[in-house]
């Protein structure tokens, strides 16, 4: 079955803007709620895509824009958050309670078709609140009764509108040295444009229902290499010197409260205590072939 009315929740932000410019040239119509239309504006000139303004963690909104779907795309998700057990109260909205609203609003309006964006490494026991989140969000979609779930795990996503490299090329503009903590962990990451055609393609195939999958580049690298290769890239490599964890904690303590909104938090830091690399615990796509960083990353971060 083709699904022609796509719900894409988190579709004005950097991964779904690729996906919703994929769902539009194929010419599906596609729904893209936003707390502010002036942060979506850039979709108004894809012809199938509508933009609104709504709440979506109110049940009876989310149950209005559903309504007329034949599926949704869920990518709603946070970076930062008060602490909290579990995990606080910005990862409970986002990454629990707005799943758990949603399987319940698509079983009772039939919607069956769902895909779900969680994350490589979420597991009830990760070290960091997001990633412990974003496996109970999973969990809840993947059980809800009679819903057609697939859910992806992408490591650190790269691409010309990424919040990661582009973030050390701007630091290395200005920093005379990059002060690192977790300077040792490893990611494997993937090409956003890759990320989005994987959920294109899984949108109508029934092969995929029920799964989850792993989203993954070819190379795994050190923190350390991205940011260097960020400097390379964008002209301004800097040395780049790893904290002991202690420093490491107390500069994420900092940058956590920084006027303006956290640049990175002790959570982040929580979460590479584990590699996000491949687990193999779950299958990559069928016929995955991931774009590799150094063939797009040197042209955009350059500009
Ligand atoms: N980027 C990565 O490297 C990466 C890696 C692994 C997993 N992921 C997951 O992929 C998903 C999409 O990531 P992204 O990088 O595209 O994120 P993004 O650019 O920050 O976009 C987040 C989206 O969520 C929406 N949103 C709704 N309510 C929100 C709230 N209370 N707080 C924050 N955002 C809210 C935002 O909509 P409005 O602001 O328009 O309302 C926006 O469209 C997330 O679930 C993320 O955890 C990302």
Redesign the pocket.
Known sequence: MRHESILL?????????HIAARLAGQGRTVT?????RE??KHLLVLPTVQVVEAN??DESTLERLLAGADAVIN?????HSRPGHPWGP?FE???VA?PRSLARACVRLHIRRVLH????GAAADAPSM?QRS?AAGEQLMLEAPSLQVTSF??????GPE???LNMFARMQAWLPAMMLGGADARFQPVY?GDVAQAFVDALDDPTTFGLVYELVGPHVYTLRELVRLAGLYSGHQRPVIGLPDVLARLQAFLLEHMPGGPLMSRDNLDSMKADNVASGRYPLPSGWKATSLEAVAPDYLRR
Not at 117 to 120: G, R, S, T, Y
Not at 153 to 158: I, L, Q, Y
């Open positions: 929740i988190g579709g004005s932000g950097f991964i779904g803007s893209v709620p936003t707390r502010r942060r979506a979506i963690f990518l709603v998700g946070v970076l910005a909205q986002a990454h707005l964006m969680a994350a490589l997001y974003k795990r992408p490591s650190v996503v790269f990424d919040n990661f956003v």
